[in-house]
């Protein structure tokens, strides 16, 4: 385990080969996000109505929800369709909105054109190590955020080693 | 398993006890070395470790008179198996999404 601690948060990726296009697998992460983004997966205090990412750089990334509310979850950081978008993921540790761009970690989408039609969708959420108050205060234990850093690190070296073995 | 994930992640979701919980990745602790080493009171800890305990994150043992606690390494890999998880469940459904799109040509 004291190995551990001193390892490097190694980002978590996840790909998928979809039938279409990359501008219209673009075009459905995207645009179309509340169609299928999973109901569960939300910050907001009520149920969940509706998902939005805004299609420009500096957009926002948000869900509606039942009681009228919005909850911020993400900022567009790169908007280059149908190549890339690139997602500031603006939540904290503790499932809260993270007001501080500099302690987010990102997420990266990729589409890449395998053959006619089919597209392959590579994901890549990275730089984990943010969300904590630094690695300094991580190591050091006690201080500030480092319990939820070390459950991170502790995620991301597990995170790895099943993508590794689930790699198809 | 949803409903302890939810618990383990309001338990997590308080600085006390995530530095609790940083604490206990150096070693097992007895209540009494905890409260001398943050600034809150012994009640205050035992409250702290009880929330951790129900939420697994932590397990206790007697040890003579002392009531020592240390993580419970199970529960973390069960928090990392929810991270995993997340992404693997959103692009599923997202490519469920883009299929079924192109069945009906809406």
């Not at chain 1, 299609?55 to 909850?71: I, L, V």
């Not at chain 1, 597209?119 to 205060?137: I, K, P, Q, W, Y």
């Not at chain 1, 850093?149 to 099943?162: K, M, N």
């Given at each position: 385990m004291t190995a551990m601690t001193e390892r490097v948060l190694d980002a978590v990726r996840k790909s998928v080969t979809v039938n279409a296009s990359p501008e219209e697998a673009f075009t459905i992460f995207t645009e179309d996000f509340d169609s299928?983004?999973?109901?569960?997966?939300?910050?907001?205090?009520?149920?969940?109505?509706?998902?939005?990412?805004?299609?420009?750089?500096?957009?926002?990334?948000?869900?509606?929800?039942?009681?009228?509310?919005?909850?911020?979850?993400?900022?567009?950081l790169a908007w280059d369709?149908?190549?890339?978008?690139?997602?500031?993921?603006?939540?904290?540790?503790?499932?809260?909105?993270?007001?501080?761009?500099?302690?987010?970690?990102?997420?990266?989408?990729?589409?890449t054109p395998v053959e006619d039609g089919v597209?392959?969708?590579?994901?890549?959420?990275?730089?984990?190590?943010?969300?904590?108050?630094?690695?300094?205060?991580?190591?050091?234990?006690?201080?500030g955020e480092g319990g939820w850093?070390?459950?991170?690190?502790?995620?991301?070296?597990?995170?790895?080693?099943?993508t590794r073995r689930a790699a198809q | 398993m949803s409903t302890y994930r939810e618990r383990q992640l309001d338990a997590l979701g308080d600085p006390t006890r995530r530095a609790i919980l940083a604490?206990?990745?150096?070693?097992?602790?007895?209540?009494?070395?905890?409260?001398?080493?943050f600034p809150v009171s012994r009640p205050a800890i035992s409250q702290h470790l009880r929330v951790l305990k129900e939420a697994n994150l932590v397990t206790d043992r007697a040890d003579g008179t002392k009531r020592v606690y240390e993580l419970n390494p199970e529960a973390f890999a069960s928090l990392r198996e929810y991270f995993d998880e997340f992404w693997g469940v959103a692009l599923i459904a997202f490519k469920k999404r883009v299929e079924h799109r192109n069945r009906e040509e809406r």
């Open positions: 299928w983004w999973p109901r569960s997966h939300h910050i907001g205090k009520t149920p969940m109505t509706r998902g939005i990412i805004e299609g420009r750089r500096g957009g926002r990334c948000y869900t509606e929800h039942e009681d009228g509310s919005e909850a911020d979850w993400g900022t567009v369709p149908p190549r890339l978008v690139l997602i500031a993921w603006r939540i904290a540790a503790n499932w809260q909105f993270e007001p501080d761009l500099e302690k987010a970690s990102e997420v990266e989408v990729r589409f597209t392959r969708v590579d994901l890549e959420h990275r730089n984990f190590e943010r969300m904590s108050s630094g690695a300094a205060e991580m190591r050091t234990g006690v201080g850093g070390s459950i991170l690190q502790l995620f991301a070296a597990r995170v790895e080693d099943r | 604490r206990l990745r150096r070693g097992p602790a007895p209540v009494g070395k905890l409260a001398r080493d």
